[in-house]
C-alpha cells in the first residue's frame, strides 16, 4: 500500500513538474519576443512563480516516478507468478519460515536475557560486587560478610549507595495452615540504590536495620493472592517463623529482584541478623552477603573496584584474623553477572540458528537459480523486445524479496510459538527469559532479516539471469528445460555449501551429545534411585538446641513407620543443592598464624544418613546416638579430605577443630571417627571436594533435609510423606519435595539443553542439506532426459544410468563433507568449554556423523537417480 502511495505521489509531482516547466518556458519566450533580454526575461519569471511555495522543491520528486511505476508493476507481476506457481511458492516460504522463524525466536530471547537494559532507573550505573580470593586456582569470588559489607558502605567514594541482600526462606502462618516463602533480607537503602519506590506504603529506613524493627516489603504477587489486594494490609502485623513483624509497603506488579525464577514473595530488613547474642552483623569472616551498587556518575567499574581494593586492603590490615591479604574486590556491570552462566548457552545458540539461517537462505537461492533457469525464455524474449538487464535483476530481486518477507511474515507466527514454548518449557533457569516478548524491535528484526536475505541471496540468481545470452536462451529454450554448464556449477557450489554448514551443526551436536552421555554416567557417590527428599519449615524462635534436634528425631521416627520405608534420616546439604558452608578449622598438631586456618565444605549429618544415601563407608564408623547432645565431640570426613591433609596417615583418631560454635558446643577439638567415599556435591561435572561432617545434635542447623528411602513409588511415598508431617505438626510447612534422580537430572539440565537444541538444529541442517542434494540431482535429471534417453537407446544399462546419478551427488556429498570436516576443526574449539571428558576434535564424533552424512546423501541422490534409470527411452526421444 505505501508503495503504491509513493507511486501516485511521484506521478502527481511528475505532471505538475512538467506543467509549470512548459508555462515557464513560454512566459519566457513571450517576453523575450517582446525585445527583454533571456537573462532578464528568466529573472521576471522566476520573480513571477517564486510564489508558489515548494513547488520547485516538490517538483524534484517527480525523479521517483518512473522507478516506483516500474518497481509497483514488478511487485503486481511477482505475486501473479507465485500465484500461478503456489506449490513451488509455498515450499518455499514453509523453508523461509522455519529459518526466519528460529532466528526470530532466538533473537527474542537474546534480546530479552541479553541485550534489554535491566528494568530499573538507568540500569547502566547498577554493579554486583564481591570480594575475590586469589589464592585458590583462579580467582574464586566470594560474598561478603555484614561487618565488610558495612564499611565498604560507609567508605567508599565511588559509589552513591550500596545494598546487601541474602536470599533464603520464611514460613507464613495462616489460620491453620502454613506456607513457605522465598524471601530476602536487605539492607535499609536496597530498593533506594535499584531505583524502584514502592506502590504502597513506604520504604524502609535506616530504623530498619536495628534490632526489633522487623517490617517487611511485599511482593505484588504476594499481596494479591494471600491478601487479596487489601490497601489495609499496610502496616498491619503479620506472623512468620513465630514472629511478628509489620507490613510497611508493597511493590510494584513488575519488580523483581533478584531477577530470575522463583521470585521472592518479600523482602525483610536485615534487623532480624542484627539480633541476639552474637548476630550475625557483627561476625566478621561469616560471607553470606551478595552487595549491589550503584555508580556515581562520570563513574566506571574499574575506578570503584580500585577504590574498594584500597578499602579491602586496609580490612586485612586492621582485621588479620579474618580479612585475607589476597583478598580483593571484584565490580562486574549488574547485567553482565546477571546472565554470566547461561551466556555461553546464548552463544552456542545464537550461532547454531546463525548456520541454519545460512542453509535456509542457500536452499532458497538454489531453488531461484533452478526457476529462473527454467524462465530463461521468458527472460530471453523480454530481452529481445527491449528489456535492459537492470530490469530484468530488478524484476528477479523484487520476486525474491517478495518470497523472502512473506517466509519472513510466516516465519513470525512460527517464533512468537516457540517464544511462548520456550518461556514456559525451558529445562534451565535463565533470568528474564519469561518476559521474551515479540515487540517492536523483533518486528524490525524480522523485517530487517527478510529484506537483507532477499536482496543478497536473490542477487546471485537475478545476476546469474541476466547474463543468460538471448540466442541461447531462445535455443535451448525451445528444445529442453534451458541451464549450462555454468548454471550447473552454482548449483553445485550452493549444495556443497549446504553440506558443510550440515556437517558443522552435525558435529556440534555430535561432541555436546557424547558429552551429555558421559555425565549420565558419572557416578555422584551415593545411589539416587527410589530416593526422596524434602525439608520442613522449622523455626529456631521456638525450639532451642536440644528441642529441635528432639524434634526431628521424633519426625524421622514417624516417617520410619510409614509403610514402603526402607531407610530415612536428615542432614544438610544435600548434594547437587544450592545450599552450603564454607567453615574454616584448625588440625591438632598443626599450628598455623589466625587467619591462616585451612577452610573446607561443612555437612550436618543425623544418625543412618550416609546408610540412607548409600555413600560407602571406607574407614571407622559412621554417627550413631553415641554421637548425641551428650556425646564426645565427633567429626568424619571424605577421601578427598583425607588424601589433602592426611596423604601418608590414618586419619582414624586424627583430632580437628572447626571454626564453628554454637553456644552449646563452643569450637569443640573433634576426633575424625569415620571417613566416607567422595560425593558430587556441586554437580555431575565438579570434581569431589573436601568436605567434613558434623553429628547434627552438636551442631543443629535450621532445616536439613529429610532423605527416605523407599520401596514404593516415590509420588505415592511423597503423598504419604506430606500427609504424616501434617498430622505431625500443622504449623510446619513441606516444601521443596523431589527425588534424588530429578536433583541430578536438573544438575545435567544445562548440558542437556544444549545437546537437544544444537540436535535439533542439526537435524533441520541434515533434511535441507538432503533436500537441496535432492533437488539438485532431481533438476539435473530433468536437463540431461534427451542424453539419458540416447544413452539407453544406444544401450546404457539403468545400473548405469544409477550409478552416474548417484555418483554425483556422493560426489558433491564428499567434497561438502571435507570442508565441513576441515571448517569443525577449527571452531569446535569454541565449544570446548562445554565438553565433559570429551576432546573438541574427537575422532570418532567426526568420523560418525560423516558417515550419517555420507549415508543420507546417498538416499537422497537414490530417488532421482531410481526415476532416471526407469525412464522409456523411446518416450523420452519422442518428446524431446
Known amino acids: 500500500m505505501w508503495l503504491k502511495q509513493l507511486w501516485m505521489r511521484g506521478r502527481m509531482y511528475s505532471d505538475l513538474a512538467e506543467e509549470i516547466q512548459q508555462h515557464l518556458y513560454e512566459k519566457r519566450e513571450a517576453l523575450i519576443a517582446g525585445g527583454m533580454s533571456p537573462e532578464e526575461a528568466a529573472r521576471l519569471t522566476r520573480r513571477e512563480f517564486g510564489n508558489v511555495t515548494g513547488i520547485e522543491e516538490r517538483s524534484r520528486e517527480a525523479w521517483m516516478y518512473p522507478f516506483v511505476e516500474s518497481l509497483w508493476a514488478d511487485l503486481k507481476y511477482a505475486i501473479r507468478q507465485l500465484r500461478k506457481n503456489p506449490v513451488y511458492a509455498f515450499s518455499t516460504m514453509l523453508i523461509l519460515a522455519s529459518g526466519i522463524g528460529a532466528t526470530t525466536a532466538v533473537f527474542t530471547l537474546i534480546n530479552a536475557v541479553l541485550l534489554r537494559p535491566l528494568p530499573f532507573a538507568e540500569p547502566n550505573r547498577l554493579t554486583w560486587i564481591s570480594q575475590q580470593d586469589h589464592s585458590l586456582p583462579g580467582v574464586a569470588a566470594e560474598s561478603l ?10 567508605q567508599n567514594h565511588t559509589f552513591s549507595g550500596l545494598a546487601s541482600y541474602v536470599g533464603g526462606g520464611i514460613t507464613l502462618q495462616t489460620s491453620g495452615d502454613s506456607r513457605r516463602l522465598d524471601s530476602q533480607t536487605v ?4 530498593f533506594d540504590v535499584l531505583g524502584t519506590a514502592p506502590m504502597l506504603g513506604r520504604d524502609f529506613g535506616p530504623n530498619d536495620e536495628k534490632p526489633g524493627n522487623r517490617v517487611v516489603m511485599f511482593s505484588y504477587s504476594l499481596w494479591q493472592s494471600q491478601f487479596g489486594s487489601a490497601r489495609d494490609v499496610i502496616g498491619s502485623s503479620i506472623n512468620m517463623d513465630r514472629r511478628n513483624y509489620t507490613v510497611v509497603g508493597v511493590m510494584p506488579k513488575e519488580f523483581q529482584f533478584p531477577l530470575g525464577r522463583p521470585a521472592p514473595a518479600l523482602w525483610k530488613s536485615l534487623a532480624d541478623d542484627a539480633d541476639g547474642k552474637e548476630p550475625e552483623t557483627q561476625q566478621r569472616g561469616f560471607d553470606v552477603l ?13 575506578q570503584a573496584q580500585a577504590d574498594l581494593n ?35 548457552a546464548m552463544r552456542l545458540l545464537c550461532g547454531a540458528v546463525i548456520l541454519v539461517l545460512l542453509l535456509v537462505c542457500a536452499n532458497v537461492a538454489g531453488l531461484l537459480l533452478a526457476r529462473g533457469s527454467s524462465r530463461t525464455g521468458e527472460f530471453a524474449l523480454r530481452t529481445a523486445i527491449g528489456a535492459g538487464r537492470a530490469a530484468i535483476i530488478r524484476q528477479v530481486l523484487v520476486e525474491s524479496v517478495t518470497l523472502f518477507v512473506c517466509g519472513g511474515a510466516a516465519g513470525l507466527a512460527l517464533a512468537f510459538a516457540l517464544v511462548r514454548a520456550a518461556s514456559k518449557f525451558m529445562p534451565i533457569e535463565i533470568p528474564r527469559v519469561e518476559t521474551a516478548t515479540v515487540d517492536t524491535s523483533v518486528l524490525v528484526f524480522v523485517l530487517i532479516v527478510s529484506l537483507f536475505t532477499g536482496l543478497v541471496f536473490g542477487a546471485f540468481p537475478a545476476w546469474r539471469v541476466s547474463h543468460s545470452a538471448l540466442e541461447r536462451g531462445l535455443r535451448e529454450g525451445s528444445r529442453t528445460v534451458p541451464g549450462g554448464t555454468g548454471q550447473q556449477r552454482l548449483h553445485s557450489g550452493l549444495v556443497i555449501a549446504q553440506t558443510a554448514i550440515g556437517m558443522i551443526l552435525l558435529i556440534g551436536s555430535g561432541l555436546l551429545m557424547r558429552s ?105 564408623r559412621t554417627f550413631s546416638e553415641r554421637d548425641g547432645l551428650a556425646g564426645p565431640p565427633t567429626i568424619m570426613i571424605n577421601q578427598a579430605f583425607a588424601r589433602k591433609y592426611f596423604p601418608r596417615q ?36 565438579a570434581e569431589p571436594e573436601p568436605q567434613y561432617y558434623l553429628p547434627y545434635a552438636q551442631a543443629v542447623v535450621t532445616n536439613p533435609y529429610l532423605v527416605v528411602r523407599t520401596s514404593i513409588s516415590p509420588a505415592v511415598m511423597q503423598r504419604a510423606m ?104 577449527t571452531i569446535t574449539s569454541f565449544i570446548s568449554g562445554m565438553l565433559y571428558h570429551v576432546q573438541a576434535t574427537d575422532p570418532l564424533t567426526f568420523a560418525t556423523t ?31
Not at 539419458?788 to 567434497?815: E, F, N, Y
Request: charged residues 20%; contains cysteine; proline residues 6%.
Open 187 to 190: 539492607s535499609s537503602n536496597f
Open 722 to 825: 506430606a500427609v504424616a508431617i501434617h498430622e505431625f505438626d500443622k504449623s510446619v510447612p513441606f516444601y521443596e519435595v523431589s527425588t534424588m534422580e530429578q536433583y541430578l537430572s536438573n544438575s545435567a539440565a544445562q548440558p542437556r539443553f544444549q545437546a537437544f537444541l544444537l540436535t535439533c538444529f542439526a537435524g533441520i541442517g541434515l533434511v535441507l542439506a538432503a533436500i537441496a542434494l535432492y533437488g539438485l540431482l532431481s533438476y539435473m535429471v530433468v536437463q540431461r532426459t534427451r542424453e539419458i534417453g540416447l544413452r539407453m537407446a544406444l544401450g546404457a544399462q539403468r545400473s548405469d544410468v544409477l550409478g552416474m546419478i548417484v555418483r554425483r551427488g556422493l560426489l558433491l556429498a564428499l567434497i561438502g563433507t571435507g570442508a565441513g570436516l576441515a571448517v569443525s576443526a
Open 516 to 620: 551429555f552421555i558421559q555425565i549420565l554416567n558419572v557416578d555422584p557417590g551415593f545411589d539416587p534411585k527410589y530416593l526422596i527428599t524434602g525439608r520442613v519449615g522449622v523455626s529456631f524462635n521456638t525450639l532451642k538446641h536440644d528441642q529441635h534436634f528432639l524434634f526431628y528425631q521424633r519426625l524421622l521416627t514417624r516417617i520410619s513407620a510409614l509403610p514402603g520405608v526402607q531407610a530415612v534420616s536428615a542432614g544438610w546439604p544435600l548434594p547437587m543443592s544450592d545450599s552450603g558452608a564454607t567453615i574454616s578449622f584448625n588440625i591438632e598438631g598443626r599450628p598455623v598464624a589466625k587467619g591462616d586456618q585451612p577452610s573446607e565444605s561443612m555437612g550436618v549429618v543425623m544418625p543412618g544418613y550416609f546408610e540412607t544415601m548409600r555413600i560407602p563407608l571406607i574407614a571407622g
Open 850 to 880: 560423516a558417515a550419517l552424512l555420507l549415508v543420507v546423501s546417498v538416499a537422497a541422490s537414490s530417488i532421482p537417480a531410481y526415476r532416471a534409470a526407469y525412464l522409456d527411452p523411446t518416450q523420452t526421444l519422442r518428446e524431446q
Open 650 to 685: 590414618n586419619p582414624i583418631v586424627q583430632r580437628i577443630q572447626p571454626g564453628l560454635g554454637d553456644g552449646v558446643f563452643d569450637h569443640p577439638v573433634r576426633e575424625v571417627v569415620g571417613v566416607i567415599g567422595d560425593i558430587k556435591r556441586k554437580g555431575l561435572t
Open 145 to 154: 560478610s555484614y561487618p565488610d559489607y558495612f564499611d565498604w558502605r560507609a
Open 310 to 344: 584500597l578499602i579491602a586492603r586496609n580490612l586485612a590490615r586492621e582485621y588479620p584474623d579474618t580479612n585475607k591479604q589476597y583478598y580483593s574486590a571484584l565490580v562486574k556491570p549488574e547485567l553482565e553477572h546477571m546472565t554470566g552462566d547461561v551466556r555461553p
Open 290 to 302: 551478595g552487595v549491589i551498587g550503584r555508580l556515581r556518575r562520570g563513574v566506571t567499574a574499574e
